[in-house]
């Protein structure tokens, strides 16, 4: 049973520049949240996805924008990249609300 | 908002006991614990929510105080496997799902 599929790996932009990351949520799950994770810290929460709208946002910019498919996938889009957005980006996925979240191992993006 | 972990490190040989804490200035629907080891994702440990009961697996448990806002994770007769980071997730109600994320207590353990 696949869980949750992240891509790319790792990334590196330029300032400026948009960036599109990918998630597949494991199998049965309906809903996707994306984090960022600064190095030594927790995660921050973005946003969540569930029946392809955003359910709920985090304290980040308009320039952090997402989509779900139909098929429960989903992209998180960054655009006017900063130095500052470089992190570690976490897609999770959760089917009912209190079961917990599986996470993928996330997309590295360094922006230079 | 941001719930305070503690101790924000901790050192143990193998076999002995942990426990590690959270705490919130807000009320809490619930609290999540979960375990990062250096370049993985998290690994969801457990929820506990507001009226339940204290949750534990193998040698792992955890409690959560409502009235304090306060969960503490129990560690017993640490194994090698237990190292990383664990973090604290809460939510504030049963309509919010957004998880706040503590920053994080790293556990090493020695053998």
């Known amino acids: 049973d696949a869980g949750v599929t992240q891509s790319p790996t790792h990334l590196i932009k330029t300032r400026g520049q948009q960036v599109t990351l990918r998630c597949s949520p494991k199998s049965g799950h309906d809903t996707v949240s994306w984090y960022q994770q600064a190095l030594g810290q927790g995660p921050q929460f973005i946003f969540q996805y569930y029946e392809e709208e955003e359910r709920q946002r985090g304290n980040f910019p308009d320039r952090f924008s997402g989509h779900q498919f139909p098929n429960y996938s989903s992209e998180l889009n960054v655009n006017a990249l900063l130095l500052g957005d470089s992190a570690l980006y976490l897609c999770?996925?959760?089917?009912?609300?209190?079961?917990?979240?599986?996470f993928g191992s996330g997309t590295r993006l360094t922006v230079v | 908002q941001q719930p305070v972990q503690s101790p924000q490190a901790v050192i143990l040989r193998e076999g002995e006991d942990a426990v590690i804490n959270c705490s919130s200035s807000k009320a809490l629907y619930s609290v999540h614990w979960y375990r990062q080891k250096h370049g993985e994702a998290p690994v969801f440990l457990m929820i506990?929510?507001?009226g339940g009961e204290q949750k534990g697996h193998d040698k792992i448990s955890a409690s959560f105080n409502e009235k304090k806002q306060q969960s503490s994770l129990y560690l017993t007769a640490s194994q090698l496997s237990y190292s990383g980071t664990y973090f604290c997730g809460t939510e504030n109600s049963g309509s919010n799902y957004q998880l706040i994320w503590g920053a994080g207590t790293k556990l090493i353990i020695k053998p």
């Open positions: 999770a996925s959760s089917f009912k609300k209190n079961y917990g979240y599986t």
């Open positions: 506990l929510l507001k």
